[in-house]
């Protein structure tokens, strides 16, 4: 096999910091509104939680073609940022990032929701009654014992973004280093009928994803062996 | 002093305290049936629980007024709960730091050295690096007892600590529970279901029904009431308080206060340091002039102060000790009229068997 071009390894940079960066992001917003949705019982849980669903069951081309119209020229938020002077978000590298953090959003979401349900909410009276405030059970109660639900949200996004196709084809387009991640370099060069290329990029794919989720569970059971009962 | 009256809806369960006022000094005993509140009433106050509505003081400090309340974090309540409630991330040391990190300033400077002695007091130093999940029941109590005391709170809360540990866990806390009230002074609110913890602990006791508090009233007025729900299990019970003194030449303590002695025979493992005795009203029998050629040690005289009929055969007889303590006596009504014992009669009260608490 040949050895990657210059082209893909950009392919495989962008790829990675589109999914970092959304992981990232997506942790900070998922964390309050997973621990709402564990902990709330308002009339407004199930249809927020049934919105955050939605990606799930969607088809992407139809979070694509709606990003597509909000964030463009004409559209709400991208006509917004063309009237004070700036760029529209369609065919962009942040408008790809919005697309995949409101794509990947329930990977992150439901995990983190899970983790929270399980804690037994006496731990947090008792946190309470040894003057920790809200965030100090958070961060020291709530937080270090959802260390697993938190490990499946990180690998479920990033994997699941990495992973993502339709939503960018739609929203993005195949722009050398600002839209073109591996999944659309990969379609472009069937397109082509350049298989061979499209091996290759294949190939680093699965690999990537095999050991991701090889690690994954391998990572996960030492995390959580000091919570088990021995 | 805690007073107040506070009221909370849980589903079909609803709390109405009623106006209460409970000093703030010493152990005081949340009794009363399972599903009569007494659980809801310690969340209330701990404030563990938004729905709470009504009023609360704590030494004139306001923690509850109508819908407003003070958070639990700054009323400085120490919460034992019936599972312990460890933190299962942490060691036992992990545990203790929680809370000592979380003391007032003052006390938290000598964080380390505190949690070294409060492990020490309660009894969990060769555990301090053991995850908690390896820990027994009875060792898990022990944590939780420690964690509530480094965070230096005003007032202890245990929510029937010891219903999940065997007989000899049981007895250890108690033992430790007691000894930490006296040492501390720290007041304590306890709940439970059993007769016999109360009064092994109780300076008073707080008697709930049906999601009220019905009478708060000293330990050994709530046992002097001839129906007093102290006495479902075991029929009337009274409890002497006194100190132990050493053997005597027959190999016998002496156990009373200045003007009453009772002379047991004890175990070689009994605790020393017990102050409370129980004696079961059916264990003891009345004479109207002293015995002679009586295997029975203990004949203490004694008046009668009150009779109470026990179901239509049996009497409770309500006997005022030399030392003013009550002793109560569960005699036939047939023998009570043989006798034709009267109030303010002069009795020797013959005492067959006692239970030393601790």
């Given at each position: 096999m040949t050895p990657l071009t210059p082209g893909e390894w950009q392919a495989i940079w962008l790829t990675a910091k589109l999914a970092g960066l959304t992981t990232v992001i997506l942790l900070i917003l998922c964390a309050p509104l997973a621990w709402w949705l564990a902990r709330s019982t308002s009339r407004l849980a199930n249809p927020v939680a049934a919105l955050v669903s939605l990606p799930l069951v969607l088809p992407p081309t139809v979070i694509g073609f709606y990003l597509l119209i909000v964030?463009?020229?004409?559209?709400a938020v991208g006509g917004t940022l063309e009237a004070l002077g700036l760029h529209h978000l369609a065919f962009s590298f942040w408008g790809i990032l919005i697309g995949s953090v409101i794509y990947s959003m329930p990977f992150t979401v439901q995990p983190l929701r899970e983790a929270f349900a399980a804690i037994d909410t006496r731990l947090l009276d008792a946190a309470a009654t040894l003057r920790a405030g809200t965030l100090d059970q958070f961060f020291n109660v709530v937080l270090p014992l959802s260390r697993s639900g938190i490990l499946t949200a990180v690998v479920i996004t990033f994997a699941h973004t990495v992973g993502e196709f339709g939503v960018i084809a739609m929203?993005?387009?195949?722009?050398?280093?600002?839209?073109?991640?591996v999944s659309i370099a990969i379609y472009d060069y069937t397109q082509a009928l350049d298989y061979g290329a499209a091996h290759r990029l294949s190939a680093v794919l699965l690999g990537f994803s095999f050991l991701t989720l090889l690690a994954f569970y391998s990572i996960n059971r030492r995390v959580m062996s000091p919570l088990r009962p021995r | 002093m805690l007073e107040g009256d506070l009221t909370l809806r849980q589903g079909q369960f609803e709390l109405r305290s009623g106006l209460f006022a409970l000093p703030a000094q010493g152990i005081s005993v949340l009794f009363g049936?399972?599903?009569?509140?007494k659980s809801t009433l310690l969340r209330a106050i701990a404030g563990l629980d938004k729905a709470t509505r009504g009023t609360l003081r704590f030494q004139g400090e306001r923690w509850q007024d109508g819908g407003w309340h003070l958070p639990t974090p700054q009323r400085d309540i120490g919460f034992v709960f019936q599972d312990a409630a460890?933190?299962?991330?942490?060691t036992v040391r992990g545990n203790l730091a929680f809370a000592a990190q979380r003391a007032p300033a003052p006390q938290r400077v000598d964080a380390l050295e505190n949690i070294a002695a409060c492990a020490d007091r309660v009894g969990v130093t060769d555990l301090?690096?053991?995850?908690?999940?390896?820990?027994?029941g009875g060792q898990r109590q022990r944590v939780a007892m420690g964690r509530a005391l480094l965070m230096q709170p005003r007032l202890l809360c245990l929510d029937?600590?010891?219903?999940?540990?065997?007989w000899q866990a049981k007895a250890e806390l108690l033992a430790l529970i007691d000894r930490l009230a006296r040492e501390t002074g720290l007041p304590m609110l306890f709940i439970t279901h059993a007769p016999q913890e109360v009064e092994r602990l109780a300076d008073r006791v707080v008697f709930m029904v049906d999601g009220r508090i019905a009478r708060i009233e000293p330990l050994h007025q709530a046992l002097a009431r001839?129906?007093?729900?102290?006495?479902?299990?075991?029929?009337p019970v009274s409890v002497l308080h006194g100190q132990l003194s050493a053997a005597d030449a027959d190999g016998l303590r002496h156990f009373g206060t200045a003007q009453l002695t009772l002379r047991l025979s004890l175990?070689?493992?009994?605790?020393?340091?017990?102050?409370r005795l129980r004696v079961l009203a059916r264990d003891v029998s009345l004479a109207t002039a002293q015995p002679q050629?009586?295997?029975?040690?203990n004949q203490l005289p004694a008046t009668i102060v009150a009779m109470h009929a026990r179901g239509r055969e049996r009497v409770t007889v309500v006997c005022q000790l030399a030392d003013g303590q009550t002793l109560l006596a569960e005699i036939t009504r047939y023998s009570c009229s043989a006798l034709a014992l009267q109030n303010g009669q002069r009795v020797f009260a013959l005492v067959k068997s006692v239970a030393l608490m601790g």
């Open positions: 964030l463009g020229p004409q559209g929203l993005g387009g195949s722009l050398p280093d600002e839209t073109r991640v | 049936k399972s599903g009569c509140g460890l933190f299962p991330h942490l301090l690096d053991q995850p908690v999940t390896t820990l027994s029937e600590p010891l219903s999940a540990l065997d001839p129906d007093s729900p102290l006495f479902a299990e075991e029929g175990p070689d493992d009994a605790n020393l340091s017990a102050s050629g009586m295997s029975i040690l």
